[in-house]
């Protein structure tokens, strides 16, 4: 099993030798507006041509429609026949993209031995997720692999801790950049894991591997990298058991 993170949320993953792209954000470097009014987005580039990101796709998973996790840019390029997974109630606005082999994740589904199961989560807590909307993650599964759990755009919650305690995964990948969206009040809530959540999923699974992604790429995140391994310092776990991997890094695993 491999994982490469591309940037962001989007990952490539080698599992059960087959090819998974997961939320496929491929927008250039400054190309869309800013989210906290602090600079264009995306922050970075791509760390690879997108025909690298494609290249021996078999499969792409859309957690939901939101910008960074679906964008223009891979509407045009994803190849239109490739099949993809969604949540339910985003099929039509994927198929009027033109998109041929859609298959939503209303539970479970097998796909070439592959076991996907939808996973529930928070886009933020209250009013906040009022305007996020409705999210998924996933489980993901086959003969003689590590379970794997992908928790998508969700901050801490029972759902959360729930699939942790049922599904015992090896791997879990989590959302850590702190990003906070502002409501009425003028606050501005977390929509996704900070250090110390993502710590506590350590903390809830300690017998797994936890994966940092969704860093460092969009101007309303408040935790970095260093700030995530400082809070994994303090806490005292090792490297192994919280990795924080760079854009365009993979990881082989066990």
Not at 51 to 76: K, N, P, Q, T, Y
Not at 116 to 145: C, D, P, S, Y
Request: net charge negative.
């Amino acid at each position: 099993m491999q994982l490469q993170l591309i940037r962001s949320a989007t990952l490539r993953l080698r599992y059960a030798g087959r090819a998974i792209l997961i939320d496929p954000d491929l927008a250039p470097k400054h190309s869309r507006p800013p989210l906290a009014g602090l600079s264009p987005n995306p922050l970075v580039d791509l760390p690879l041509p997108i025909d690298e990101i494609l290249a021996g796709v078999e499969l792409v998973v859309v957690s939901h429609l939101h910008m960074d996790h679906f964008d223009r840019v891979a509407w045009e390029r994803v190849p239109r026949d490739l099949p993809l997974i969604c949540q339910p109630g985003n099929e039509a606005a994927i198929r009027e993209k033109g998109f041929q082999a859609v298959t939503v994740l209303d539970d479970e589904l097998e796909w070439n031995g592959l076991r996907f199961k939808r996973t529930l989560g928070h886009h933020g807590l209250g009013e906040v997720e009022t305007i996020m909307g409705r999210v998924m993650g996933f489980t993901l599964q086959a003969a003689g692999e590590p379970m794997v759990y992908w928790a998508g755009d969700t901050v801490w919650c029972e759902e959360v801790e729930a699939a942790l305690q049922t599904a015992q995964p090896h791997y879990v990948i989590t959302h850590s950049c702190g990003a906070r969206w502002p409501i009425a009040s003028g606050a501005r809530e977390l929509i996704v894991m900070d250090a110390a959540q993502t710590i506590g999923v350590c903390e809830c699974a300690p017998q797994a591997t936890v994966i940092a992604t969704h860093m460092e790429a969009f101007d309303h995140a408040t935790i970095s990298r260093s700030a995530l391994r400082e809070a994994r310092q303090a806490a005292g776990l090792a490297e192994t058991r919280l990795r924080i991997p760079q854009d365009g890094e993979t990881l082989t695993l066990a």
